[in-house]
Each structure stands twice: as structure tokens, then as C-alpha cells.
């Protein structure tokens, strides 16, 4: 198949950015999206062009590394789908894309299609971590935890920190993602010493990074390649509050 591709791009933070048009022709449908972006590439250099910088590591949907809009689509068209797992046998031939980065204050584009996602690790460093005594692992069955609250920790803990629930979020919220690492630390047992602190540092921390606020609206849940549920934005607002209310 053959596509046109309007991809922004914009050489450093400082410049000013803008869309450019490119083809991508024979574009095999079993290719990867970053994949087909790959091909494209080899094409620019070797005409001598800049190659579209874009972010990946492991390519297999767990890194949290790449992720742009594709037609407005955080991550495209597919739901529950990294860009790096997405298949070009979801489009067709003749199909134009418009392919832009991250859109949030919190997140400044440093080259094209990759952004600054550093605020999110800051969020993590304000609170994101157990105390735990260093040295051999504990025998498994030594904690007991409930089965649902072992699910629940596990499915909050899926979060790859990709930045896709901010950029789909009107409001550039990242309560989704502080949502998933509060909830995944403070369901288990282990993360129940720092649970009151680690709401009220992460929570602040988001808040100063120049990141929206949640207002329900439900993009993120929807945009989430990793399916993270809503009520764990509920589950830091509890924390949050009852942290609060304890320290008064
Ligand atoms: S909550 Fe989902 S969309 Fe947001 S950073 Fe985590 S994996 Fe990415
Ligand atoms: S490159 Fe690792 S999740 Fe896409």
C-alpha cells in the first residue's frame, strides 16, 4: 500500500515546528508502524534529509518509550495498542496521517515526534518506592495478600509511563498515570508504610508540573494502551484526602 504521511517536525524545543508531507510507498501491511516510519527514514538519509526523529526501545508494548498521535489518536487507531505494536494492516492503501507529538505543557517537544516526559519520573521520585530491606528475596507466601488486591495492584501496575493519557486529556491531566503508581504500591502490603506520604508528595508533585487537572472526562482511560482503569484516580483521591485529613 501507499500512504501519505504529515509529520511534525521541528528541530529542537526553541524552534518553531511545522507539518511536512512525505510518502511512504510498498509499505508491507505486517510492517510495524515504526517500522514503515523506519523505511521512510532510510529514504531521507539517503537523499540526504533529516531522518523523523521518534522515541522506541523494546518495540514489543512494555517500555513505555514510543508513543505519538496519529489522525488525533493517541498511539492511532487501536485500542489497547503501543505505536510499536501497531500493524499497518489497520489501514489502507491511499490513507493520509497525520502524525504529531505529545501536546501537553508538562511535556516540551524536544525534537519532532519525541517530548520530555522527565516530569512523570519526577512524579516517581517524589513518592513512587517502598521501604524494603535489601539482600535475598522473601519467601512468596510469607505476606499474604489478597487475591483481589493482588489483581487490582497488577493491573495498575501494567502503566508503561507512556504519556498517552496526558496527551489525550483536554485538560493535559496526568492523574491517570500518579493514579496507577499510587494504587499499585498502596493495594499491596508492602506499600502500606509510605501510603499516606507518597499520596501527598506525588499529588503535589503532578500539580507543579504544570500538568491539568482531572475533571472526569475519560480520554485517558480510553486512550491507554495498557487499559488502566478510572477507579484508580479515584483510589488516589481517597488516599489523598484521608492523607489530609489525618495531617490537620
Ligand atoms: S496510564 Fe496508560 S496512557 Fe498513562 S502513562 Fe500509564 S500506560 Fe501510558
Ligand atoms: S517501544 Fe517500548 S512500548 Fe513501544
Known amino acids: 500500500m501507499n500512504l501519505v504521511l504529515h509529520v511534525w517536525r521541528q528541530r529542537n524545543a526553541a524552534s518553531e515546528g511545522r507539518m511536512e508531507r512525505y ?17 521512510v527514514n532510510e529514504g531521507l538519509i539517503a537523499a540526504g534529509q533529516e531522518p523523523i526523529a521518534f522515541e522506541h526501545d523494546c518495540r514489543e508494548g512494555i517500555c513505555g518509550s514510543c508513543g505519538f498521535m496519529i489522525n488525533g489518536a493517541a498511539h ?9 505494536q501497531l500493524h499497518m494492516r489497520h489501514f489502507k492503501d491511499g490513507d493520509e496521517l497525520y502524525l504529531e507529538p505529545w501536546r501537553a505543557k508538562a511535556f516540551p517537544v524536544i525534537k519532532d515526534l519525541v517530548v520530555d516526559r ?15 530491606h535489601t539482600g ?6 510469607a505476606v ?14 501494567a502503566c508503561i509511563g507512556c504519556g498517552a493519557c496526558v496527551a489525550a486529556c483536554p485538560n493535559a491531566s496526568a492523574a491517570l498515570f500518579t493514579g496507577a503508581k499510587i494504587s499499585h504500591l498502596g493495594l499491596l502490603p508492602q506499600g502500606q508504610a509510605e501510603r499516606s506520604r507518597r499520596a501527598l508528595r506525588m499529588v503535589a508533585r ?17 486512550a491507554c494502551p495498557k487499559e ?21
Open 23 to 39: 510518502e511512504a510507498k510498498d509499505v508491507n501491511a505486517d510492517m510495524s508502524f515504526l517500522e514503515m516510519l523506519d523505511v
Open 118 to 132: 522527565s516530569a512523570f519520573d519526577r512524579i516517581i521520585a517524589a513518592g513512587g518506592y517502598i521501604t524494603a
Open 136 to 141: 535475598s528475596a522473601p519467601d512468596g507466601n
Open 228 to 248: 488502566i482503569r478510572m477507579e484508580n484516580i479515584a483510589r488516589m483521591n481517597r488516599d489523598y484526602l484521608k492523607a489530609k485529613w489525618n495531617d490537620r
Open 144 to 157: 499474604p495478600v489478597p487475591k483481589e488486591n493482588a489483581d487490582r495492584a497488577m493491573d495498575a501496575a
Open 206 to 222: 503532578y500539580n507543579e508540573e504544570l500538568f491539568g487537572s482531572c475533571t472526569n472526562i475519560g480520554e485517558c482511560e480510553a
Open 76 to 84: 492511532g487507531p487501536e485500542r489497547g495498542t503501543t505505536v510499536c
